[in-house]
């Protein structure tokens, strides 16, 4: 949290909401969406006029009603002036609401970036062999890059590893297949457009190393290479993840990553990693907007 949010924020929100990642995975990414939806529902109730929206809504159902009956009688004038009463009520009563829903974003956006950050991936188990993947630049393969031996740390694959020809992560369900198949057709959009060739490309070249953690302790793994140390926080066996992914701009080495395995929601539904969306954010656009009209039914909120 550190990392985006002011220290003293990240850790008014952890306060708040660490108890979400004691919960199953599942649970915890359900349990976000509906504190989003409570979030949005209490702004609605406490920050308007409840008796003015709920005679509004009467008055709704009413013209509704009587637009309807002019249908029938197929009476034109009284369904455009039904018509023109509806829009005022609706009008009316986004003017009355909007403010509630722009409140309500701040203490929803803190949610969504706590979230980010300890629900996006899936913290690694003691003893759990995790990849790490230095990205070089194409000039780089067929070098030697080298993990540092550190207590508590060891490598399945040994310390030190050839620079290859960086592959492509196989995708391991339907929905990964769906969004590799997602992101093939955006990318093949994006090179026919006139700005694609100033995108810069991915580094080619790539090390991986196999590491796991033998104590919960928090860890920092050194990777050297062309004289210099890289460093990247590692730490498993606990609800903590660190951060996965580590930049180093204009340096020999441009990129280690930590291969936390991304969430899935019922280990089905991940995110669209083409578009940026990971799963927990795309398990709140799917399922915030109907918790909202629950707890609005359930509330007795207009």
């Known amino acids: 949290m550190t990392t985006i949010l002011p220290p003293w924020l990240a850790t008014t929100a952890d306060w708040l909401c660490d108890w979400i990642l004691y919960l199953p995975r599942d649970l915890a990414l359900c349990c976000v969406a509906l504190l989003m939806a409570l979030l949005f529902a209490l702004a609605r109730k406490w920050l308007t006029n409840q008796e003015w929206l709920h005679r509004a809504a009467t008055d709704r159902q009413r013209q509704r009603q009587l637009r309807r009956e002019a249908v029938h009688r197929q009476d034109t004038e009284a369904i455009r002036r039904h018509a023109a009463v509806l829009l005022r009520i609706r009008r009316q009563a986004v003017r009355r609401t909007i403010l509630p829903i722009l409140m309500a974003l701040l203490p929803v956006a803190l949610l969504g970036l706590w979230a980010f950050t300890h629900l996006a991936y899936q913290p690694p188990r003691l003893q759990e062999a995790v990849e790490v993947r230095a990205r070089f630049p194409h000039a780089a393969i067929g070098q030697m890059a080298h993990l540092a031996p550190a207590p508590g740390i060891m490598s399945v694959n040994g310390w030190i590893q050839h620079v290859g020809v960086a592959k ?66 590692f730490r498993a ?66």
Request: proline residues 13%; positive net charge; aromatic residues 8%.
């Open 237 to 302: 066996g606990t609800h903590h993840p660190e951060v996965p992914l580590q930049l180093f701009p204009g340096a020999p080495l441009p990129a280690i990553e930590v291969a936390l395995k991304p969430m899935y929601l019922f280990d089905r539904i991940g995110g669209l990693p083409c578009i940026g969306l990971p799963a927990w954010l795309l398990t709140c656009l799917l399922l915030t907007p109907p918790l909202v009209s629950f707890l609005r039914k359930l509330l007795r909120i207009a």
């Open 168 to 233: 492509p992560v196989a995708p391991v369900n339907t929905w990964d297949r769906v969004g590799a198949w997602l992101g093939d057709q955006g990318r093949a959009i994006w090179q026919l457009l006139p700005i694609a060739h100033a995108t810069p490309a991915a580094a080619p070249g790539e090390a991986i190393w196999r590491v796991l953690a033998l104590d919960a302790q928090p860890h920092l793994l050194l990777v050297r290479y062309a004289g210099r140390t890289y460093e990247v926080p």
